[in-house]
């Protein structure tokens, strides 16, 4: 287990441990696909709840899955838009 010495700093400045290394940096990618789990996950919930009640004002029952279509879509190009570029 790490345990930090108050008081002692790294190369740059980061804090290190009682036995002089630095504790492992980086998750390995799992923020980032947790990230854009939740977008697409939020993103059909949101407009597909949204679809929902105004397919129940409506009564239009095609409106939910075009709802739920749409939010799917647009955080597909949110994804793409802030982590597929370099």
């Known amino acids: 287990m790490w345990r930090l010495v108050a008081g002692?700093?790294?190369?740059?400045?980061?804090?290190m441990t009682d036995k002089g290394k630095r504790p492992p940096q980086g998750d390995g990618g799992q923020n980032v696909g947790m990230t854009v789990f939740?977008?697409?996950l939020?993103?059909?919930l949101f407009y597909g709840g949204?679809?929902?009640l105004i397919?129940?004002?409506?009564?239009?029952?095609?409106?939910?899955?075009l709802?739920?279509?749409f939010g799917l879509a647009l955080t597909?190009?949110?994804v793409i838009y802030r982590y597929g570029r370099s």
């Open 8 to 15: 002692q700093r790294g190369a740059r400045g980061s804090v």
């Open 38 to 40: 939740s977008y697409l």
């Open 42 to 44: 939020a993103g059909m």
């Open 50 to 52: 949204l679809g929902w």
């Open 55 to 65: 397919a129940h004002w409506t009564g239009l029952s095609l409106i939910f899955p």
């Open 67 to 69: 709802g739920m279509l």
């Open 76 to 78: 597909i190009w949110l």
